[in-house]
């Protein structure tokens, strides 16, 4: 396993056995390829596909149809994300096991913390066919 964190100062310093402190504030916020949401990569295993990411949800996002490749969690911080299945609301958790498919949307934003083993594999129309990284 080879995970690292984008652009996390001085971690080029830091042994294999080393643990990583970050400080999150001084992360970039990334755009994804749905426009409304962005993200910071806390850690990441391009071999893998292991990511945990902060999202950051704009009022009215809609995440276009996609699914769940391996288990992923969700912790919401602020605001809530809404599918056909329910709402997780600020303080929640939800998790979603291998082959889970739907559309996430947002109504009043939101601030999330997400754990992936592979990447979602999106299924509808500009996305289709791309990985979330």
Do not use: C
């Amino acid at each position: 396993m080879v995970a690292t964190t984008p652009f996390l100062e001085g971690e080029d310093k830091l042994g294999p056995m080393e643990s990583r402190y970050v400080n999150v504030e001084s992360l970039p916020w990334k755009p994804t390829p749905t426009k409304g949401i962005d993200m910071k990569i806390l850690l990441i295993d391009e071999e893998t596909g292991l990511m945990t990411a902060l999202f950051r949800w704009e009022p009215g996002t809609v995440l276009p149809r996609h699914e769940h490749v391996e288990v992923e969690q969700t912790f919401v911080l602020e605001g809530s994300i809404v599918d056909a299945e329910g709402e997780a609301l600020a303080g929640n958790y939800v998790w979603r096991p291998p082959g889970n498919q739907h559309v996430a949307r947002s109504p009043n934003g939101a601030l999330v913390i997400s754990m992936f083993l592979r990447p979602n594999k999106f299924l509808d129309g500009d996305l289709a066919g791309q990985e979330l990284k």
